[in-house]
């Protein structure tokens, strides 16, 4: 078992910068990926960006390549996503994902947080 704890939400105006934190515990030796997704109302939750736990590879979404940023602290279990450039449409609550295992490299995300809530304003 996994237990994660977002958080770092908040309200910001558009062109402002919010970090999300991750905290990992329990099973965290054996996490292949973690992962940050989000979800508005009435839509599909969709993915943000990711990072492979062993050699840090990072993948995003189009849609954040050059504004977020996710890194993680192998010590601390903990994985962030640095957001810059905010735009209104980036509001959504953002879920922390973490993958124990995979299939053909593909995160398998089995354990999730509660969510953190990010509003920005225009």
């Known amino acids: 078992q996994v237990q994660l704890v977002e958080s770092g939400g908040g309200l910001v105006q558009a062109g402002g910068s919010l970090r999300l934190s991750c905290a990992a515990s329990?099973?965290?030796?054996?996490?292949?990926?973690m992962g940050w997704f989000r979800q508005v109302p009435g839509q599909e939750r969709e993915f943000v960006a990711s990072?492979?736990?062993?050699?840090?590879?990072?993948y995003y979404a189009d849609s954040v390549k050059g504004r977020f940023t996710i890194s993680r602290d192998n010590a601390k279990n903990t994985v962030y996503l640095q957001m810059n450039s905010l735009k209104p449409e980036d509001t959504a609550v953002y879920y922390c994902?973490?993958?124990?295992?995979?299939?053909?490299?593909?995160?398998?995300?089995?354990?999730w947080g509660q969510g953190t809530q990010v509003t920005v304003s225009s």
């Open positions: 994902a973490a993958a124990l295992t995979h299939v053909a490299g593909r995160p398998n995300y089995g354990y």
């Open positions: 329990g099973r965290t030796l054996s996490t292949y990926a």
């Open positions: 990072i492979r736990w062993s050699s840090g590879g990072t």
